[in-house]
Nanobody, 125 residues
Framework: QVQLVESGGGLVQPGGSLRLSCTAS????????IGWFRQAPGKEREGVSC????????YYADSVKGRFTISRDYAKNTVYLQMYSLKPEDTAVYYC??????????????????WGQGTQVTVSS
């Protein structure tokens, strides 16, 4: 059973930065594609970014392109979502998800088997 844990959320002013982390206990993420999703109150869950197990493939939603960067550190068994130039509309609960797939596969559709509990990101002055 893959258990994912997100961290790094918090309150930040518009224009600020945060780095979210997604890690797994007692399980290696090396062979899993990881996706980041978010859900704001009253809105549907939105795919934000993903990275393949090989790191060769990444995708970003249009709403975050140029502001967010996804990366993974195999030694730390962690996937990061670095968020810059945050806007109030980025406010949401952010979730990471994992799916075992081809080395170059990932998607920002909700086609993932394992999900974390989420971390709150609030962008407000």
């Amino acid at each position: 059973q893959v258990q994912l844990v997100e961290s790094g959320g918090g309150l930040v002013q518009p224009g600020g930065s945060l780095r979210l982390s997604c890690t797994a206990s007692r399980f290696t993420l090396d062979y899993y594609a990881i996706g980041w999703f978010r859900q704001a109150p009253g809105k549907e869950r939105e795919g934000v970014s993903c990275i393949s197990s090989s790191r060769d493939t990444t995708y970003y939603a249009d709403s975050v392109k140029g502001r967010f960067t996804i990366s993974r550190d195999y030694a730390k068994n962690t996937v990061y979502l670095q968020m810059y130039s945050l806007k109030p509309e980025d406010t949401a609960v952010y979730y990471c998800a994992a799916e075992y797939g081809g080395s170059n596969w990932c998607t920002i559709k909700s086609e993932y088997h394992y999900w974390g509990q989420g971390t709150q990101v609030t962008v407000s002055s």
